[in-house]
């Protein structure tokens, strides 16, 4: 089992840049791979993007291609979003999460696929 705690969320001008991190304790972090999803209100969950376990392959939604880079640091038990020219549709509750599945891309883009999941941390870009 892990346990997943997001931090650095915050209200930023559109154009703005935010780091999000998320700290996993508990099981072995680099078992994991880890994904962030957000949730606007009134909206569905969406994925954002996902790293697999060694972080040799990221995935990422095509709103935020460009934009968004999640990374990882297995040796701090961390894993980053950071986000650059954020707009105000990327307001949101932002989440990571945590799966011990493997499969093909698409797999990660599913939230059905973690079975681990933060508290989320709300961003908030003004216009």
């Known amino acids: 089992q892990v346990q997943l705690v997001e931090s650095g969320g915050g209200l930023v001008q559109a154009g703005g840049s935010l780091r999000l991190s998320c700290a996993a304790s508990?099981?072995?972090?680099?078992?994991?791979?880890m994904g962030w999803f957000r949730q606007a209100p009134g909206k569905e969950r969406e994925f954002v993007a996902a790293?697999?376990?060694?972080?040799?392959?990221?995935y990422s939604a095509d709103s935020v291609k460009g934009r968004f880079t999640i990374s990882r640091d297995n040796a701090k038990n961390m894993v980053y979003l950071q986000m650059n020219n954020l707009k105000p549709e990327d307001t949101a509750v932002y989440y990571c999460?945590?799966?011990?599945?493997?499969?093909?891309?698409?797999?990660?883009?599913?939230?059905?696929?973690?079975?681990?999941w933060g508290q989320g941390t709300q961003v908030i870009i003004s216009s």
């Open positions: 790293i697999r376990r060694s972080g040799g392959s990221t």
């Open positions: 999460a945590a799966t011990m599945g493997r499969s093909g891309s698409a797999y990660y883009t599913y939230g059905i696929s973690y079975d681990y």
């Open positions: 508990g099981r072995t972090f680099s078992v994991y791979a």
